[in-house]
């Protein structure tokens, strides 16, 4: 005879993910020491221009650049010492590591939007933003993937120097540093007291280390986030991807997002003539002058082509359908 269980099963509930606490911290202590920015003593107006310009070097050289279209998707060639010098400008964005930063992305292409993307915002938007970021997915450390979707950059020893015992990290640091010194340096050479000379200096690393790396770091994940929720399609790729204006301009060309996952390769991720993309007019510029070469052209796979045309059949005799309903029900009345 068998007898009911006395208790009853307890489902086991699912592994709650684990924080990177270290980063957190990081993360939130470089914000609430961005925020000093808005201070009397540091709040200057020629900061904002100083962001910009760290925008493009750190940002749109950097990560845009040297991590995405150069490491990511081999989309353009440049001489061994400007390669290194992207990398470095994206290692100073303190976004991880590139070889971490490749890896993550190139899982991200391969299941946009799906089971198994590290940051897609439909979980939520804060998720795809930057929760993600701060999250530990051990499968993205893994040496087998590693060896998965980076074997191409795994033999590099360059990135393998910056990722092993995270030197990224001391990069990072020797910069901002080394900016603070230009700070003093110049604020010491301007100004006549010691006091104005000091204050300078402040302000230059508040607003070129500190809030520049906060902009950077939210103008790159609005690409993850928002670029995946709002703005137009114009490719109908299997994904959430969109083409994003404001994050386009923010990010100089990144917002693009719905042409660059239907044409991931292309170094261009405008596609019509008011998409501006000012990271591949640099590249542009470069190569007019001889420092780069191999630049993948926009070349969209038949396939997305196809579709799109579709799309927009369907959607004409969509309208078209309305159109001759409203007229008939005007006829009418
Ligand atoms: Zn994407
Ligand atoms: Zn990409």
């Given at each position: 005879m068998s007898t009911a269980p006395a208790v009853l099963p307890v489902a086991t509930p699912l592994p709650r993910p684990k924080l990177v606490v270290w980063f957190l911290i990081t993360i939130i202590t470089i914000h609430l020491l961005a925020l000093?920015?808005?201070?009397p003593y540091t709040f200057v107006w020629w900061g904002i221009p100083v962001i910009l310009v760290g925008n493009f070097i750190f940002?749109?050289?950097?990560?845009?650049?040297?991590?995405?279209?150069?490491?990511?998707?081999?989309a353009a060639t440049f001489p061994t010492f400007l390669e290194r010098l992207w990398v470095l400008c994206g290692v100073c964005s303190l976004e991880g590591s590139p070889l971490w930063w490749v890896c993550v992305h190139r899982i991200h292409h391969q299941h946009s939007d799906e089971t198994?993307?590290?940051?897609?915002?439909?979980?939520?938007f804060f998720w795809g933003h930057m929760q993600w970021i701060y999250t530990a997915d051990p499968r993205q450390r893994s040496l087998s993937t590693f060896e998965k979707y980076i074997p191409d950059l795994m033999t590099d020893p360059f990135l393998r120097w910056l990722h092993r015992g995270n030197k990224w990290i001391l990069v990072y640091v020797v910069h901002a540093l080394l900016i603070a010194a230009i700070g003093f340096g110049l604020g010491f050479l301007i100004e006549d007291t010691t006091e104005a000379a000091v204050q300078l200096g402040v302000q230059i690393f508040v607003w070129a280390v500190l809030v520049r790396t906060v902009y950077v770091w939210h103008i790159t994940w609005l690409v993850n986030s928002a670029a995946h929720r709002w703005g137009y399609r114009p490719y109908q790729t299997n994904d959430r991807s969109r083409n994003n204006a404001v994050v386009a301009l923010l990010t100089n060309g990144e917002g693009w997002h719905n042409n660059h996952h239907a044409t991931?390769?292309?170094?261009?991720?405008?596609?019509?003539?008011?998409?501006?993309d000012l990271t591949y007019t640099f590249v542009r510029m470069l190569q007019v002058v001889g420092?780069?070469?191999?630049v993948v052209p926009v070349k969209v796979p038949k396939h997305i082509a196809e579709k799109k045309e579709e799309e927009t059949k369907k959607e004409g005799e969509t309208r078209g359908q309305g159109d001759k309903e409203t007229a008939s029900k005007a006829g009418t009345s």
């Open positions: 000093t920015a808005f201070l940002g749109s050289l950097g990560i845009n650049l040297g991590y995405h279209r150069m490491l990511t998707h081999k198994g993307d590290p940051h897609s915002p439909r979980e939520s991931p390769r292309a170094c261009s991720q405008g596609h019509r003539w008011w998409e501006i420092l780069s070469w191999d």
